[in-house]
C-alpha cells in the first residue's frame, strides 16, 4: 500500500471513531441543532480528518475543528473565521490554490501542505480536556509517521497545540529536547531533518485584539516553506 492509500485509510478511520464520550455527544447535538445561518446544511456531525497530499512537505497542526465549521463542512479549518484567516495567508504565499475554504468541494487544492489536528472532534467551547486530546493523539501519531518520508517543517497553531504536538512527534519517532522546549510565536526548534516552528492560533480572539496580524502569520508560513523546501 502507498502512502497515499495508507493516508486516506488512516482518514476513514479517524472520521468513524468515537472514543471520547464527551465528544460524540457534543459534535452530534450541534450537527442535530445547528446554527440558525446553517439551517440548510446536513452537518458533518463526525471527527474531521487531516486534509492535504500525502506527500506534503509541510504540516500546520491547529487545536480541533470548530463547532459551526469543520463540524458543519467536514475539512479542517472550513467554514469559519480562523480558516477564513489561515487559508487566505497560505494562498498569499503560494501554497493554496485560492484564498478561501468554504466547503468541502470548493476545488480548494493545497500545495505541499497538509492541515491536522490532535484533536479531530468539535469540543465544547473550543476547549478538548487533557484526556480527550491524550486519547486522540494516537491518530496524529500515526499521521505523522505516514508522512515523514517527505515531511521537512511544521507549523504548530497555538500553545494547546504545541503541548499535544511535541509528545506526537517523539512517539512518531522524531528525536524532541529535553526539557521540551516552550511554545512562542515565531519559535523555531530543529528536529531530526524537520524545523518546528511556533504560530498564535487564528482564533478570533487572536485575529481581532490584533495579537496575530495577517502579516505575523505570512512570515512564519514563508519561513516554514523555505524550510520546507516549497519556494
Known amino acids: 500500500m502507498d502512502d497515499s ?8 478511520r479517524v472520521a468513524d471513531c468515537r472514543d471520547c464520550p464527551r465528544l460524540v455527544e457534543w459534535r452530534e447535538e450541534v ?6 445561518a446553517f439551517a440548510d446544511w446536513t452537518y458533518w456531525g463526525r471527527p474531521v ?4 497530499p500525502a506527500d506534503a512537505r509541510l504540516v500546520i497542526i491547529g487545536l480541533a475543528p470548530a463547532a459551526h465549521g469543520g463540524n458543519r463542512t467536514g475539512r479542517m479549518f472550513t467554514g469559519d473565521r480562523s480558516g477564513d484567516v489561515l487559508y487566505q495567508a497560505l ?3 503560494g501554497l493554496a490554490s485560492q484564498p478561501t475554504s468554504v466547503h468541502a468541494d470548493d476545488g480548494l487544492d493545497l500545495y505541499g501542505v497538509r492541515v491536522t489536528a490532535p484533536v479531530h472532534c ?3 467551547a473550543n476547549k478538548p480536556t487533557p484526556e ?11 499521521e505523522l509517521r505516514l508522512l515523514r518520508p517527505t515531511l521537512r517543517a511544521a507549523v504548530v497553531l497555538g500553545a494547546f497545540g504545541w503541548q499535544a504536538a511535541l509528545p506526537a512527534f517523539a512517539e512518531a519517532g522524531w528525536t524532541v529536547p529535553r526539557p521540551r522546549p516552550a511554545f512562542a510565536h515565531g519559535t523555531r526548534v530543529p528536529l531530526d531533518g524537520l524545523d518546528l516552528f511556533g504560530c498564535f492560533h487564528v482564533s478570533q480572539r487572536n485575529t481581532f485584539t490584533g495579537r496575530l496580524t495577517p502579516e505575523m502569520l505570512r512570515e512564519v508560513l514563508h519561513t516554514a516553506a523555505e ?5
Open 132 to 142: 480527550e486530546r491524550d486519547t486522540c493523539r494516537p491518530w496524529l501519531v500515526q
Open 31 to 36: 450537527a442535530r441543532t445547528k446554527r440558525a
Open 5 to 12: 492509500s495508507a493516508l486516506a485509510r488512516l482518514d476513514r
Open 227 to 231: 524550510s520546507a523546501g516549497l519556494r
Open 91 to 93: 494562498y498569499d504565499v
Open 49 to 52: 480528518p487531516g486534509f492535504g
Open 122 to 124: 468539535a469540543p465544547p
